[in-house]
């Protein structure tokens, strides 16, 4: 018997056609969204995001990047912040201001990642993800770098992680969810799993498992065929995700699912 929570879309059959109809035609009711990430080695997560939320229909954007960085930025990128660094390259805990003023401007953030693996950035996250209270969409190295708040994210509304498999194997793991994840496992075990996981907790997820990206939120999981990782693995669905996030922010399955039919 189907799980009557899981509910399937295709290319050629979205979903949630009024979420693309319903897109604001004003900037101004496309939302803000605030991208925070790079390092002194890269910023290729943040520079390609910042491009495709332009691309997808948000209002404005802004890029907080670290200090290391000012002297690579391309002009094609107008609205960068940038806050302290520490000695690794990444941001410092002082960078702390810089952040809750992005936050306080934005409709929603986007950890974008390659933020490093540096301890005291991880404190300086964690610390901004206590104290934020918008929409909120982390992805990439940036769910690494909170694996020691898993508990607390997991139990913060308005939050979306769009992961590998592998980083939710390690979040299940961290707040001792009492099913394990594997690579081996069926989709629709896996369906089941995150249908109970997100009945649970108010957090939603996205994750890539057999050639199919599953969204759940609320306990309703949706499938869509995926054929290409990269675009995950570069930030751009994330990106999309939550540029459509920010048109309807109380609808969050309808909303990422809908995102996922555009590539």
Excluded: C
């Excluded at 592998?166 to 979040?171: E, S, T």
């Amino acid at each position: 018997m189907e799980h009557p929570y899981w509910h399937k879309q295709t290319t050629d059959q979205p979903l949630y056609p009024n979420i693309e109809w319903s897109k604001p035609e004003q900037r101004s009711k496309s939302g803000r969204l605030g991208i925070i990430g790079g390092n002194s080695l890269g910023f290729a997560g943040a520079a390609e995001a910042y491009q495709t939320a332009l691309k997808t229909g948000t209002g404005e954007v802004r890029v907080l990047l670290p200090s290391a960085l000012k002297k690579n930025i391309p002009s094609s990128m107008t609205d960068v912040l940038f806050a302290d660094t520490n000695p690794s390259g990444s941001l410092s805990r002082d960078a702390i201001i810089e952040m809750k003023a992005i936050g306080d401007w934005s409709t929603g953030i986007l950890l974008i990642g390659d933020a490093g693996r540096n301890s005291e950035t991880a404190i300086l996250y964690e610390e901004f993800v206590r104290d934020y209270k918008g929409l909120l969409t982390i992805t990439r190295d940036a769910v690494d770098l909170l694996k020691n708040s898993s508990d607390e994210l997991v139990e913060r509304p308005n939050t979306l992680l769009i992961l590998s498999l592998a980083q939710l194997q390690k979040l299940f793991s961290a707040v001792y969810y009492p099913k394990v994840i594997t690579f081996s496992m069926q989709l629709s075990n896996l369906v089941e799993a995150l249908h109970k996981f997100t009945i649970t907790y108010p957090i939603s997820i996205t994750v890539l498992h057999r050639d199919n990206l599953l969204t759940a939120s609320g306990g309703e999981v949706t499938s869509t065929p995926w054929s290409d990782p990269m675009l995950i693995w570069r930030g751009n669905t994330a990106t999309n995700a939550t540029v459509y996030w920010l048109w309807n922010p109380s609808k969050t399955l309808e909303s990422v699912t809908a995102s996922l039919v555009r590539k």
